[in-house]
Nanobody
Framework: QVHLVESGGGLVQAGGSLRLSCAAS????????MGWHRQAPGKQRELVAL???????NYADSVKGRFTISRDNSKNTIYLQMNSLKPEDTAVYYC??????WGQGTQVTVSS
């Protein structure tokens, strides 16, 4: 069973930065596809970014150039560096581990 623990959410002003972390246990981490999704109030959960075991990354168009996903295989941890944050980035951010494991979520709030 894979267990995911997120940290790093919070309140930030527009234009600011935050870094989310997700530590995985019970996983063959180095070959696993992991990523971040988010869900804003009244909206469906959407993909933000993914990273594969081979090091490939994929981003939602809305965050390209502002967010960076990375992984540290020695720590079984992935990160999401979020820069130039906008109010529309406000959401609960969930860590994801393929094929279908989720973290508990961490709130990110961007004030205008």
């Amino acid at each position: 069973q894979v267990h995911l623990v997120e940290s790093g959410g919070g309140l930030v002003q527009a234009g600011g930065s935050l870094r989310l972390s997700c530590a995985a246990s019970g996983s063959i981490f180095r070959i696993s596809t992991m990523g971040w999704h988010r869900q804003a109030p009244g909206k469906q959960r959407e993909l933000v970014a993914l990273t594969t075991g081979g090091g490939s990354t994929n981003y939602a168009d809305s965050v390209k150039g502002r967010f960076t996903i990375s992984r540290d295989n020695s720590k079984n941890t992935i990160y999401l560096q979020m820069n130039s944050l906008k109010p529309e980035d406000t959401a609960v951010y969930y860590c994801y581990h393929r094929p279908g494991f989720w973290g508990q979520g961490t709130q990110v709030t961007v004030s205008s």
